[in-house]
């Protein structure tokens, strides 16, 4: 038992005072003369042993209520623990990812998790929540109720160390006070780690709200599988993860016109295809009908008028290989030998090869110079004759130069697989052996900032990367290198020209890092819009002579075909898609978990936290007590002889 006022049992010392008068009668006794008292003598010692009884009971209920009284006054009260004494925060990670439109027992899980929280939380205690979208810091409940019951479900998800991390951010640097921190979620499996060290002054609860129904088909993916003079095979795969279907329809959109219709039987995956006229432009959209999940049920993309990558080779030797790999389906390419340059051509190129110059002359290095500064792209491949001086002082900008030709052969062994012209599916595995290209004379090519793409034997640079310029160290002419010939040259060559103007894909996901070209001409201050019927989104952009690169990341929010506008002008169309991974309802599990409180009911855990911090308050029992010991005193002076 505690004390909200100890100071006032000092008032106890004041049951001296009745001790005092009960012990030493103060009172003055009247002398009277009686004339004859023997027959008093029996009464007296009848009465003398009661009144010694009752002046001891009137003493004890005096003390008592005095007692009592002082107890009342000073407040008692009891706890489970000391917590009451800390001040107190709480901070509530509520998940409002698409799993969560999931249906428990009581409805869609955010739904019911936003009606537990206004139900269990005071009005106007002092909280923060944060959602993966949304954040209402140091408010109360009856500040954000509204917009807690409009909370609209969001493509973003937090990991579970990612909301930990967060959510300390809400709380104050304190040494002494008592956080609270509940994560609300269905905690679906992912690949991070829940890593808790424990903390004596953090109460940490999870709450885990699980769907009744874990079944979920999504249209997960499609792609271009094949495609000839007439038309497209567009491959669209499609993903379970309950039980089988034996008849699922599949609907394929063009803006909001159905063009075709199939269906397919799925167990844990299936995939079906579609045939698209060429050179038409798609608006589309694929669409299924499955009453768990929505947000996966369509898949948007567009295919727009084909756009091809403008290629410039500035020949010295034979360019018939760079002339297959460059081919009029996706590549307007243009080869001139130096003397016959025309220096009107370079703005509109995406791609410029030196193919074996001995020498660059002043004006083209310049010229190039500007041209790679405006985001175009560059492959360098000297000649066996080259003049270094000129080489040298054109690479200087790029902080390389090419050493003293060097006649020895040598294999290209090394290849750097994470770079982005081998990570996007270009070899299904690391090969360690492989029948390796020869070069028999190069150039120590050295830099201090060249990333390697291709090495030698001895791990120098074979093909080496800064920005956009790509450098080769040695020439490619088959007297030279049999790299032509090699598998390799292909998957290089053809990638460095895609990457020089990223055409927009099939589709983009939302959150993620994406980046297209756009080919349109701007004036001064305009900018690009994505626009979407009332949506209209400013990305970020960067223009330069024959283009704007485009980046986008968190926006566009919700899924759908975009225009892109330059005023009222539809340059092209672009398609953003929610992300997949939320589909598959598997969930993880939390009974390992140390120093967290795992629970399936919000309320249960704010019973907890407020059974733990709540105070009991006894002076009520002591002013009753007070009140009966009066009424006691009083009958005992009544009623006791």
Wanted: glycine residues 2%; without cysteine; charged residues 20%.
């Amino acid at each position: 038992m505690q004390f909200k006022h100890p100071e006032l049992l000092y008032a106890l010392f004041l049951l001296l005072i009745p001790i005092i008068v009960h012990l030493f009668q103060l009172r003055k006794f009247q002398k009277v003369d009686f004339t004859n008292v023997a027959f008093l003598k029996e009464a007296t010692l009848q009465t003398r042993k009661s009144s010694q009884i009752k002046k001891w009971l009137i003493l004890l209920t005096r003390l008592l209520l005095l007692a009592a009284l002082a107890f009342a006054f000073a407040q008692p009260f009891t706890s489970k623990s000391n917590s009451f004494k800390t001040e107190k925060e709480t901070v509530i990670y509520l998940d409002n990812s698409f799993s969560m439109q999931a249906k428990g027992n009581q409805g869609e899980l955010l739904k019911r998790a936003v009606q537990d929280i206004i139900s269990n939380v005071p009005e106007n205690e002092n909280i923060s929540i944060f959602t993966n979208n949304t954040i209402f810091k140091n408010t109360s409940i009856k500040a954000i109720k509204n917009d807690l019951l409009k909370l609209e479900y969001s493509p973003n998800q937090f990991t579970v160390e990612a909301a930990l991390l967060k959510s300390n951010t809400f709380f104050n640097n304190k040494s002494n006070t008592l956080k609270n921190t509940i994560l609300i979620s269905d905690f679906q499996e992912d690949e991070s780690q829940i890593i808790n060290k424990e903390d004596t002054l953090l109460n940490l609860n999870f709450v885990k709200l699980s769907a009744i129904n874990k079944n979920n088909i999504s249209v997960d993916s499609l792609y271009i599988s094949d495609s000839n003079p007439t038309s497209v095979e567009l491959k669209v795969i499609l993903k379970n993860s309950g039980i089988s279907i034996e008849n699922l329809p599949v609907s394929l959109y063009n803006n909001d016109k159905l063009i075709a219709k199939t269906s397919v039987a799925i167990e844990q995956d299936s995939e079906t295809t579609f045939s698209l006229p060429v050179n038409e432009t798609i608006n589309g959209k694929i669409t299924i009908d499955d009453a768990n999940l929505q947000f996966d049920n369509t898949l948007y993309f567009n295919i727009n008028k084909a756009s091809k990558i403008n290629v410039l080779s500035i020949n010295n030797s034979d360019d018939a290989f760079l002339k297959r790999i460059y081919n009029a389906t996706e590549f307007n390419y243009n080869a001139t030998p130096i003397n016959q340059l025309n220096y009107n051509l370079i703005d509109a190129q995406n791609l410029i090869i030196l193919n074996e110059l001995n020498n660059i002359p002043v004006a083209l290095a310049s010229a190039l110079n500007q041209f790679t500064k405006q985001n175009g792209s560059l492959i360098i491949i000297p000649s066996k004759t080259i003049n270094n001086t000129s080489y040298n002082q054109f690479l200087a900008n790029s902080n390389s130069s090419f050493s003293d030709l060097v006649s020895s052969e040598k294999r290209i062994t090394t290849i750097n697989y994470s770079h982005p012209l081998y990570n996007n599916g270009v070899f299904e595995k690391q090969v360690k052996n492989f029948q390796y290209p020869k070069v028999s004379s190069f150039y120590n090519l050295t830099s201090s900032n060249l990333s390697s793409v291709l090495k030698f034997e001895d791990g120098k640079t074979f093909l080496g990367q800064r920005q956009n310029t790509y450098i080769f160290s040695a020439a490619l002419n088959t007297n030279n290198s049999s790299f032509k010939n090699s598998p390799l040259i292909v998957p290089t060559l053809y990638n460095i020209a895609k990457q020089s103007f990223k055409i927009p894909e099939l589709y983009y996901t939302i959150g993620k890092d994406n980046s297209f070209d756009v080919e349109t001409k701007m004036q001064q201050d305009a900018v690009l819009s994505l626009v979407n019927n009332d949506i209209n989104i400013i990305p970020k952009q960067q223009y330069f002579n024959n283009k704007v690169v485009v980046n986008t990341s968190e926006s566009p929010a919700f899924a759908g075909t975009y225009s892109i506008q330059n005023k009222n002008e539809i340059v092209k169309n672009v398609s953003y898609n929610y992300s997949r991974n939320e589909s598959n309802l598997s969930y993880r599990d939390l009974s390992a978990l140390e120093h967290v409180t795992v629970s399936d009911s919000i309320t249960k855990v704010f019973d907890t936290i407020k059974s733990d911090t709540k105070v009991n308050a006894l002076w009520k029992w002591f002013v009753i007590f007070a009140l009966a010991l009066l009424i006691i005193e009083m009958l005992i002076l009544k009623f006791f002889k």
